[in-house]
């Protein structure tokens, strides 16, 4: 296992402010629709975060965020956070088109960046962003949440502590009748969470993908996909995602050879680990085996509520200070493009099996 | 639709006994091992039957059965069943290898026959089969239980009239820690129940199957079973199959462009309809189009509780005494075949998407 | 029934504010503790209502809620309020004991006036209350937020309908691992919810109450209580209450003649409607009676979103405006009042079933 | 805590059958209505016992049960049973009111007997047959199944073991749209459960009932009932039995000091314990109190299938070869129809709190 725990290098030296490495990051907030008021209310109410700005080219969720925050300046125009030398991290919440360009004029301007997932439209933008950063010594940071969801840790750290044995598959449905995007597929949208989490748990991106998906309502748009995924480790897994579903649906199974998950975020349970498995007490002889069946306790661990983007802004700034590669590292980001990517890719071409671009180099 | 709703051609002519079309069918059974006691139990039961005979090569089972039905005559020897000319029909289960030979002989001997799932153990020998019953004007029927399921039937009742509109997509699992086999794979295990139930709500065939599959405890025989299904009709269906699985999971979506449906064998309510869905106003302009969501109300339609066993072999007697094709008919048994053999050879092939073989030709 | 649908007898003349009917109330809230802010953030989006002030002893409370609404002036003086003539009604949220203290001096002023339920601490105190709202024409009324709620109001059309016909019989449980009340029982803490709604769907109070309880945590405070109610229309009800329980529940199932109900207020689907029941074809001849059981279709109805507490208060600012008696009554406030007491005295003699006081004369 | 576990004290004597007690006990089979062809069948596959005879008035039961065990005497003459010498004991499954007379004539014809539950109809009718089976040192047991559910008996080795600490109260609900009895009331058909099984695990009789009833269908048999029970070591407990509900609910919570437990007949997971609960730091202190509450984990034990009727019979036949008092206990018999009669003369007094009979003396 690597050093940080994610299965990539951190660079070691990176991301320092100096003398001043304790100080709380000033950061701005590009982005004011949907998810970005999220940001601001959490890096307002961080320890480690100051709000220096908020930023969008509306001036009426200008005047609204800011009839909440009257002491959070505003601004309309994204190059004057650039030029101003009290903000160190720009949080961009931002169309999925938009992320490459603007954070690629950020971390030009110095300023470490946040970005909601995906990190990226394409794969040839995510790798110009890594390398900017890097040339920069700056932090660039996807918004994957889900890396820092209680029970998703949870389950990362029965994997790591080898609790669950080999993990033979994953099977998991992320569906619910659900807000179709205009521009992008129901695999841009809700994949990220789920090759992220995969990611996390594994330490390992897959080989290969399969998808097969249809456009249900508008038929331009796939609204519907399901996606068998090859890991080298021998693990399969099977994703659903959907827009369209009779309810919501948030159900991970983990089949290990130990034990067995079951990861369901729509319950007050959300972890049920099942001591349940299978015995082959002579794997030599396949011709007369006699299987043992084994159903132990069922343990729903206590997890602690604790918001998960509070936690993800929290290691951005110790990021930023403690030149530590945060959780959802832009390498990461990078790898969920290039699964999509996959994902479009098996899509254009019938559903073929189509491999997974080369990992990033160690 | 078609005459017999299954989307086949019923040959018209068909299996009459002549004068006798009323007279209850006598059935042999054969195999009495795990499954075969449940035919004797429901035919014993069944006004339309009387079980002229048990026959196993076991007699430890025969004397069990006899044990508990004195007066049904017991043979060890297969062949004396069909020299008996009080004997009208076969039921057969056995292990899928011996269905072929099996039903060959009983067919060969002017015999009805009753065959569990799956019909045979190639749509070679499947087809062989249906020839052999059509030259001797006899039903050949596999045993789909699920088809005489009150919730199956209900829901294909639901899509045949149209209260689900167009059917988007089915997601099916259908998982549990099972009894791995020792011969199969759990695609052949499982998967004609599946098959058998799209085929029948669909009144198609899919045309092509991608699957991935891992034999977890078990190297060459694959416990889990990923399989991607697309229909000419634009459908597509995800089915999950698995042995290893924390708990019992039977349950399908459907999603269909007026009301979607869930099915969940294990519940006390295995149906439920959801008046939900999404509106697209208008069609034409994509580009600025506004969805609005539909959500209703959730009904779970009270189902009369029945044994689907005593059903689908009441159907068997009346399409031996009445010429009428049974609903769980051979092309349909063929067709099944046909799904697996596409799983199948999509496995060999790396998980490349398959065609699936030719349909039965109407 | 009634004019108002409560059972009680609207006034009729009632609570004009004259000339200026339209107007927005101009509401003052005290006590800013856990409830309060809900108070301010539902009535500052009420179109019928302004918050004019803001009232709490303790100037942190205050600093907070002016962060987040620094247009809304505050004060630590109960008695400014009182006196300032653009304040014309005033919310309490304080301590049930300060109810009745706080409520006579706004109503004395010329207030109309909001409290949060209970609506006072004995029913000596509503009455004097109810007396004083009466003789100055002005509304007092008791938040009792569940009368507005959605679930509970499509159950209270279901029987008002007669869909269920004659209710036979209620269970409920509000139970979970809750905040202990350092000066209160459970009866007084979670029991005005349950009353308050039996109240509003029965149109009747109970006559009779038996109660059995246990201080488990601290013996003088009882923290689960068991309660069992009689109603003169034959109707019976079961009533648990628990700050100690191993999960939350919010379950209510309402048996009648013709359907039967359960609500839970915790589930995506709160209202399920069971078309079951039992049919005594020849009442006369109990001797040889064959009753027949009916299981028919389980229908979960949509119900729409809403907050109930902004229902509630927007039901207050029409009383005001409009005249029309609120729900949430004072009269009804009153008995809930009267029930609880009841509870009390049934305990404070070992159980016994207590008479619960006489109602309101109409 | 007693001899046997029960808090009763065993004779120690007892019911020794001389130089065979090893052999198994002759059991005849007296009542083949819903519930006798159970105990036959279980009777013969036990080790411990063999069928001796099976009796009915009615020949039709008799044939339909000799048809499945041909070996199997059947007669019609209770009497006979009697004066059989090869008979050891009787095992009853007759109307409740038949049971006394049935009982006694047994007893003092010198048979062992087994009883179906209640023991019997009145207190007086069942001290009567303990003082008889005293006397002739025989056993007499009554059939209170759930004493050998392997679920039951989880949670009463939780509770004995301390693992739950003080019990503070149980709260259970018996409820389903279920057959209304002819001549019973509710509490009489389903009250022996509960109340056998709380005596089982409190190894207390309750001092004091209070209920309230309705006959809803039927009005002079209550069909629904409210029960609160009060024991002497401070637990409170409510049952609620119906058999008018929307569904059919086994629900059992048992909060003890230490932990909690959540009993669900119907579920997978019939017992989940909860590692929660409050602390109370001073508790000299009430006056500022301050509590802790903690939530930690939720773990469902593995429990073993095994079909509690199969265990009771055997327990039945190790009490005659082993002098040991079976955990179903006469006197457990006796005290649960103490706790019915308390409940109808709370009912016959208008609900009023209600002393139990005195506890049979050790």
Redesign the interface.
């Known amino acids: 296992m690597s050093q940080n725990g994610n299965g990539f290098h951190s660079n070691g030296n990176g991301f320092h402010r100096g003398s001043d490495s304790n100080a709380p990051v000033r950061v701005a907030v590009v982005g004011l629709g949907y998810w970005g008021p999220n940001l601001v209310r959490n890096l307002y109410e961080l320890p480690e975060a100051r709000v220096a700005a908020v930023c969008d080219a509306d001036t009426n969720r200008l005047d609204t965020i800011q009839s909440?925050y009257?002491a959070i300046p505003g601004t309309t125009s994204f190059d004057s956070l650039l030029e101003d030398p009290t903000v160190d991290a720009i949080a961009i919440a931002t169309p999925v088109s938009t992320h490459a360009p603007l954070c690629a004029k950020a971390l030009e301007a110095g300023k470490h960046v946040f970005v909601e997932k995906p990190l990226a439209a394409t794969s040839e933008e995510a790798e110009a962003l890594l390398a900017l950063a890097a040339a920069n010594d700056l932090v660039l940071m996807p918004g994957h949440t889900f890396l820092y969801s209680p029970p998703v840790v949870t389950i990362r750290d029965l994997i790591a502590n080898g609790v669950l044995g080999d993990i033979?598959?994953i099977?998991t449905?992320r569906?619910n009748?659900g807000l179709?995007q205009?521009d992008v597929s129901v695999a841009w949208d809700l994949g990220p969470h789920d090759f992220s989490i995969l990611r996390y748990w594994l330490e390992e991106t897959p080989s290969?993908v399969?998808a097969?998906?249809?456009g249900?309502?508008?038929p331009?748009i796939p609204d519907?996909t399901?996606i068998?995924l090859?890991f080298e480790s021998?693990a399969?897994a099977?994703v659903?995602l959907?827009?369209?579903?009779?309810?919501k649906l948030r159900r991970t199974?983990i089949?290990g050879?130990e034990k067995?998950?079951?990861y369901d975020d729509t319950s007050?349970?959300p972890v049920?680990v099942?001591?349940?498995?299978?015995n082959?007490p002579n794997?030599e002889s396949?011709g007369e085996?006699r299987?043992t069946?084994r159903?132990?306790?069922?343990?729903?661990?206590?997890i602690a509520a604790s918001e998960p983007l509070f936690l993800e802004l929290g290691d951005f700034c110790r990021a930023i200070n403690g030149g530590e590669t945060p959780r959802s590292s832009a390498e990461l980001g990078l790898e969920v493009v290039r699964m999509i990517e996959a994902v479009d890719a098996s899509l254009a071409d019938?559903?073929?099996?189509t491999e997974v671009a080369a990992n990033v180099p160690a």
Chains 1, 2, 3, 4 share one sequence.
């Open positions: 909440r009257p033979y598959f099977s449905s569906v009748l179709h205009a290969h399969t097969l998906s249809r249900c309502v508008i331009h519907v399901f068998n090859e021998g399969i099977h659903e959907s827009w369209l579903s009779p309810s199974t089949v050879s067995m998950v079951v007050n349970e049920r099942f001591d349940s498995g299978v082959l794997p396949f085996y299987l069946y159903t132990g306790d069922i343990v729903s661990p206590h019938d559903g073929s099996r």
